[in-house]
Protein backbone atom coordinates (compact mmCIF):
# COMPACT_ATOMS: atom_id res chain seq x y z
CA UNK A 1 0.00 0.00 0.00
CA UNK A 2 1.15 3.16 -1.23
CA UNK A 3 0.35 6.78 0.91
CA UNK A 4 0.77 9.88 -0.05
CA UNK A 5 1.28 10.81 3.82
CA UNK A 6 4.44 11.46 4.97
CA UNK A 7 6.20 9.67 7.56
CA UNK A 8 9.75 11.67 7.58
CA UNK A 9 8.71 14.09 10.41
CA UNK A 10 9.68 11.62 13.21
CA UNK A 11 6.26 12.05 15.19
CA UNK A 12 4.99 8.60 16.45
CA UNK A 13 1.40 8.53 15.64
CA UNK A 14 -1.34 5.48 15.96
CA UNK A 15 -2.60 4.62 12.79
CA UNK A 16 -6.75 6.03 14.12
CA UNK A 17 -4.02 9.53 14.45
CA UNK A 18 -2.19 9.16 11.18
CA UNK A 19 -5.01 9.40 8.71
CA UNK A 20 -6.47 12.23 10.42
CA UNK A 21 -6.45 15.80 8.90
CA UNK A 22 -2.24 17.65 9.27
CA UNK A 23 -2.26 20.24 11.49
CA UNK A 24 0.87 22.58 10.68
CA UNK A 25 0.65 24.76 13.71
CA UNK A 26 0.19 21.75 16.07
CA UNK A 27 2.07 18.90 14.15
CA UNK A 28 1.59 16.27 17.08
CA UNK A 29 -1.92 16.47 17.85
CA UNK A 30 -2.50 16.21 13.68
CA UNK A 31 -2.31 13.32 10.91
CA UNK A 32 0.78 13.27 8.66
CA UNK A 33 1.20 15.48 6.18
CA UNK A 34 0.18 14.85 2.64
CA UNK A 35 3.00 14.90 -0.13
CA UNK A 36 1.26 15.36 -2.91
CA UNK A 37 1.37 19.26 -2.79
CA UNK A 38 5.08 19.61 -2.75
CA UNK A 39 6.38 21.29 -5.71
CA UNK A 40 10.01 19.88 -5.36
CA UNK A 41 9.27 16.48 -5.66
CA UNK A 42 9.67 15.18 -2.31
CA UNK A 43 7.18 12.76 -2.65
CA UNK A 44 8.25 11.26 -6.26
CA UNK A 45 12.04 11.24 -4.51
CA UNK A 46 10.53 9.05 -2.10
CA UNK A 47 8.19 6.86 -4.06
CA UNK A 48 11.42 6.27 -6.25
CA UNK A 49 13.32 5.39 -3.03
CA UNK A 50 10.28 2.56 -1.95
CA UNK A 51 10.76 1.42 -5.14
CA UNK A 52 14.23 1.24 -4.89
CA UNK A 53 13.91 -0.89 -2.21
CA UNK A 54 11.20 -3.21 -3.34
CA UNK A 55 13.32 -4.27 -5.79
CA UNK A 56 16.27 -5.55 -3.41
Known amino acids: ?7 TDGIERPPEQFFK ?5 NPTKGGAQKLTADA ?3 G ?3 VKAFEKKLSN
Open 40 to 42: LGF
Open 21 to 25: QYRPK
Open 1 to 7: MYSERSL
Open 44 to 46: RDQ
